[in-house]
């Protein structure tokens, strides 16, 4: 069956160092999105992409950055993390044609 | 701007009674609409959305959400709640045109009194 998935499911990390959080659907949806979970803001929107080569900023892409060299792939770096960062990170995807968003089982990002 | 509110940030309900959480919409014209649902430690999962038609939409799991466009409320009910519900909420719309992106509410936290 087709899916996306997400690794690390859990990840502590320390302030500055840089992480990366991977994210593969199988199927072969064109747009792909990144959010973050925070209590008493639900999800809101990092980054996404409509397709390769393709990315774009959400409402707080600050600090973290996309990038799509191939359809089924879009990894979520952080450059220098924060404890601001410390999260929930949810990555989706979703046909073209369709507005249904699947989701990713979720990473749970710790920042020291 | 566009925004989803979920007014409720926890609610609590006895098993077997019926529930209703709201989610309230500002946009002009008619989105799209959705409840997701997102058990402890789990990802999301699509209960039911709206596109257009009927405005009384069926969903998984017994729930069932009204679009009323006089309100922009899109509000989930289910008429018996099982102890198995107990979860996050989360009402989403997605407003057209060329960026099409999914607008969460903050969520609605449910519990279910035995």
């Known amino acids: 069956d087709a899916e996306i998935t997400q690794s690390p499911r859990h990840k502590i990390t320390e302030t500055g160092r840089q992480v990366t959080l991977a994210c593969h659907q199988t199927w072969n949806h064109n747009n792909m999105f990144w959010y973050r979970q925070d209590l008493g803001h639900g999800l809101r929107l990092i980054h996404y992409?409509?397709?390769?080569?393709?990315?774009n900023k959400g409402e707080v892409s600050d600090g973290y950055s996309v990038s799509r060299s191939n359809t089924e792939d879009l990894p979520l770096t952080l450059e220098s993390a924060a404890s601001s960062q410390t999260s929930v990170y949810f990555c989706?995807?979703?046909?073209?044609?369709?507005?249904?968003?699947?989701f990713g089982p979720g990473t749970r990002l710790t920042v020291l | 701007a566009q925004s989803v509110t979920q007014p409720d940030i926890h609610i609590t309900v006895s098993e077997g009674a019926s529930l209703e959480l709201r989610c309230n919409y500002s946009?002009?014209?008619?989105?799209?609409l959705f409840w997701y649902v997102q058990s402890p430690g789990q990802g999301l999962q699509l209960l039911l959305k709206y596109f257009s038609g009927d405005t009384l939409v069926q969903g998984i799991k017994g729930f069932e959400a009204e679009f009323k466009r006089s309100q922009s409320s899109f509000n989930l009910r289910k008429p018996s709640v099982h102890w198995s519900d107990a979860a996050e909420y989360f009402c989403?719309?997605?407003?057209?045109?060329?960026?099409?992106?999914?607008?969460f509410g903050t969520g609605t936290l449910l519990a279910v009194q035995p």
């Open positions: 946009y002009g014209a008619t989105p799209y």
């Open positions: 989706a995807s979703r046909d073209s044609g369709g507005n249904e968003q699947f």
């Open positions: 989403a719309v997605v407003y057209g045109g060329a960026t099409n992106k999914l607008i």
């Open positions: 992409s409509y397709g390769v080569h393709d990315t």
